[in-house]
């Protein structure tokens, strides 16, 4: 029998692919997709055991409860016992699951005389097309609701300089509360190519303290512009700020360039 090693990998990564995404889906854990597809394609390797007569010992229950638990491991990143021998536990009951799946619609396949199929076709196809769909289709889904939850806290803000004004979209950044100790104003984050044509020395500058959850902490250099005007439905609200520089993009897709504190709306 010919067997194609690449095809039985892709395979068995979609398969790995798809009972991780309903292991986090059973027990509500939002992880990246980055790990899940690692996971995945680690585990699809554990197919070459079955073709290979010299590590047929690895295809012992005890090993497959390992891999199973290895894999849980690098995908969802938890140090808590308890959660990764319960996702294992998922994790191996929707494996049986499918698994049983197969093997029904495959002695369905066979067993002609007793049951209706339609000749030629694959289920195994199948089955791996609706398990990317659904992978796809679901994060799709997610991506366009989270973004959409997104724009619903993004503003258009009007910088009014000395000489100039900037509009840029502004995230409200709900966990924000950076205010300049000084003048007590609250502080707007802006990227720094924002003012890319504008000569900020004659601007006094301003130094404002931040702390980050992960313990880092620091200054950033900072202006007073005339005021801002933030867009809030039909209306402007008129504001006195002080406009902090960002180094850095604010957001990896460019859809604000502007982060608003809770002192400012």
Known sequence: MVVYLDIMILENFIVNLFILFLTSQTLK?????????ISSFLGSLYVVVLIIPSLAI???????????FILILIAFRKRDLIFNIKATGVYIVYSMIIAGICVFLECNKMNSQTYLFIENFSY?????????????GNK?????????????????VDIILQQDHRRVKAFLDTGNELREPATNLPVLVV??????NVNLDTYDKFYIPYRVVNGNFGNLEGFRPNYIDVHVGDKKEKKEVIIALSEGKLSGIKDYRALLSRGII
Not at 124 to 136: F, G
């Open 58 to 68: 690895f295809n012992k229950l005890i090993f497959k409860i390992l891999i199973a």
């Open 191 to 196: 990227e720094k190519d924002v003012f890319s």
């Open 140 to 156: 799709l889904i997610w991506y366009i609701k989270d973004r959409k939850d997104i724009s619903s806290f993004i503003y258009d």
């Open 29 to 37: 854990v939002n992880n990246k997709i980055l790990y899940l597809l």
């Open 124 to 136: 195994k196809k199948l089955m791996i097309s609706m398990m990317t769909i659904y992978i796809i």
